[in-house]
């Protein structure tokens, strides 16, 4: 059983500027954390905080209720794996993988089960006597899981470790790597800065920026309510359209913004903290504007770009009051750059956030799909 | 298919260069061999001509080897060139490993002042270097000579060996020091078999001067005992009369030891020259 407690963790290199500050986290045993973020927003230096290579300039780190602020990384129960693999160039896959263990003073056959048990799991009998310089990049990555894993850590720190691998073997090893969470119940935190690797790895995602958590939740949590307008754009591809306007109504039940083009775009979201005559944005996922008017909320725009993945096309248009959005667009449709077509949401799609960027609570987030097969069905 | 011709030209150019240049340098070595296996007048007779049956003789050898001390010169050179490499490499890469890996107070003074070591010969300091050797009543001694050279060896030592310590990526410290490994075993598990090319280079470059040195020999330790062999060589050259023989038959001796620590090192040797030339 191991928990990890962040409790007011900052760090700052020069004692006056915080790189971090107020990082307040828990993490449950077995839990699969993400951080995920922008680079520089300083996800691998509270990685390397939590496994010891970084010092903490202030709070607490407690891992199993423990404090652990000063002690080194081998003490502290942890296992990382580095994004450029870090195995030992001169030594075999074997000893890569025992050498922690015999500077610990494991025994010989203890390190030799640990060790067949670790290569089983990630199919790398046949590879124990070969040299890092002799294994493919995928090869590798799994040598770095296993020397993670013989030493039988509380918890594991992953670095970006997709990173240097191609897009296939990317998508093969995150498959894995989720395996290998279920099979391990291991307790794994996870720096990366690829939102999809984040969605589909991660039990919790912390979105960070500027040193800051903006928003820790589960990966639908932050799809559907994200906290504000940085985590909102940040999760999602292609991002979220924002367009800015003035609030006309507000209640409980809704808010009503008046939007470029006099456009009033009626929302369903809890507009109690806010007042007729305040700016904010409205936010809709590329995948919630419909084409076609299915939806009760409906624009009309100019085609300037088509990109066509197969499945789906995202549109890139000019709505009628001048603003740009992205429409994720039926793939089998023919759509021609100047076509002008018909655009629709549904009131619950919308997202609003405040002056501060803050976003509003929606009152019926989830469930796009279905709400569009009710209506067009 | 001229692109071709004009290559080859190229080749044809770099390799009579390379070639001439080989030739030279190889020259005196081959004619300073040949000779110790002629006579006398082999010598002065034809000096550039290989042994004939009438010119053959092995009389300086004999000379050498059985008449003088050599082989205890060469002992002492052997002693005094081995304690001193091993003294250099393993000071100066524990040197090279706190000055790049550690940030102290004082950490850049120190490393100019090591490369400050580079660039004043330590022979300035011959006169200061015997003061101090006196004082510690060292005169005679190999002990001193020891010393002297590794003082001599240690700064390029660092600065070559600290330039390869530094490019060893980050992260396998990292990951060492995740593994529990202490600060010695990394340098000495880890570390010092990454830049084994670089040691190998480091010591052929520090070991061919020591190995050569004649004024350091001289000034220090010129009794008896503790002669060298570059030191042991002169005895055989007199004002008046130079007994050629034996000083050709020495310096083929002499040469012996750093061809057999060239032919060792040598492929680690050009994958550490290489390998910093292209960083």
Redesign the interface.
């Known amino acids: 059983m191991s928990q990890v407690a962040l409790k007011n963790l900052t760090k700052s290199y020069d004692g006056k500027n915080n790189v971090l500050s107020g990082i307040n986290l828990d993490i449950q045993d077995g839990e699969f954390v993400v951080l995920v973020g922008p680079s520089g927003c300083g996800k691998s230096t509270l990685l390397r905080m939590l496994?010891?290579?970084e010092s903490i300039s202030g709070g607490d780190l407690e891992i199993d209720h423990a404090r652990v602020n000063e002690l080194?990384?081998?003490?502290r129960g942890?296992?990382?794996v580095?994004?450029?693999?870090?195995?030992?160039?001169?030594m075999n896959v074997y000893k890569n993988m025992a050498?922690?263990l015999k500077?610990?003073g494991a025994k010989k056959d203890e390190i030799d089960r640990r060790i067949r048990h670790a290569a089983g799991i990630l199919k790398i009998d046949h590879l124990l006597e070969r040299l890092p310089r002799e294994l493919s990049g995928g090869q590798r990555q799994r040598v770095a899981i296993g020397?993670a894993i013989v030493?039988e850590p509380k918890l594991f720190l992953f670095d970006e470790p997709l990173s240097n691998l191609d897009a296939a073997l990317r998508v093969q090893t995150r498959l894995e790597i989720a395996k290998l969470h279920k099979d391990l119940a291991a307790t794994i935190v996870y720096v990366t800065h690829d939102q999809v690797e984040a969605m589909t790895l991660g039990d919790k995602i912390v979105v960070m920026h500027d040193g800051h958590i903006q928003q820790a939740g589960s990966p639908l949590e932050l799809y559907q309510q994200p906290a504000n307008l940085f985590v909102a754009t940040f999760i999602g591809s292609p991002k979220m359209n924002l367009i800015d306007g003035i609030v006309t109504e507000a209640s409980a039940a809704g808010v009503s913004v008046k939007v470029a083009g006099d456009q009033i775009v009626r929302t369903e979201v809890d507009g109690s903290g806010i007042a007729i005559g305040d700016k904010v944005s409205v936010g809709i996922r590329s995948e919630h504007l419909w084409e076609g008017d299915a939806g009760s909320e409906r624009f009309h725009g100019t085609v300037n770009l088509v990109e066509h993945l197969g499945e789906a096309n995202y549109l890139y248009l000019t709505l009628e009051n001048g603003q740009d959005v992205v429409v994720r667009g039926d793939g089998e449709r023919a759509v021609h750059i100047g076509d002008t077509i018909a655009l629709s949401a549904p009131a619950a799609a919308f997202h609003v956030f405040n002056r501060d960027g803050l976003a509003l609570r929606r009152l019926k987030p989830g469930n796009m799909v279905a709400a569009r097969h009710r209506t067009t069905g | 298919m001229k692109h071709k011709v004009t290559r080859a030209a190229g080749t044809g150019f770099t390799h009579l260069v390379l070639g001439g240049y080989t030739l030279l340098a190889l020259f005196p070595i081959l004619l300073v061999i040949i000779n110790s296996v002629k006579s006398k007048d082999g010598i002065f007779d034809s000096p550039l001509s290989l042994p004939t049956a009438e010119t053959w003789s092995l009389v300086g050898f004999e000379k050498v080897l059985a008449k003088s001390p050599f082989i205890h010169f060469f002992g002492n050179s052997l002693t005094v060139t081995l304690v001193s490499l091993v003294l250099i490499l393993v000071l100066g890469a524990m040197a090279a490993w706190a000055l790049s890996e550690y940030k102290f107070r004082g950490s850049k003074l120190l490393a100019i002042y090591m490369a400050f070591g580079i660039m004043v010969p330590i022979r300035l300091g011959t006169v200061s270097i015997l003061e101090l050797v006196v004082k510690l009543e060292l005169t005679n001694t190999l002990t001193a000579l020891i010393l002297v050279y590794v003082a001599q060896g240690l700064p390029l030592a660092i600065m070559i060996l600290g330039e390869f310590i530094q490019q060893v990526p980050k992260e396998l410290k990292e990951a060492a020091r995740c593994d529990g490994v202490g600060e010695f075993k990394i340098f000495f598990q880890i570390i010092l078999p990454l830049i084994r090319p670089a040691v190998a280079t480091v010591a052929v470059f520090t070991m061919v001067p020591i190995w050569n040195d004649l004024w350091f020999p001289l000034i220090l330790a010129p009794g008896e005992e503790t002669q060298t062999v570059t030191l042991g060589v002169q005895q055989f050259i007199g004002q008046y009369v130079t007994d050629w023989n034996a000083v050709l038959a020495s310096l083929s001796l002499a040469v012996l030891p750093v061809l057999v620590m060239y032919v060792f090192a040598s492929r680690q040797l050009i994958r550490g020259i290489t390998a910093g030339a292209v960083k």
Request: aromatic share 16%; net charge positive.
């Open positions: 496994s010891g290579l080194p990384p081998a003490e942890i296992a990382m580095f994004q450029s693999y870090a195995l030992y160039p001169h050498f922690g500077i610990a020397r030493r």
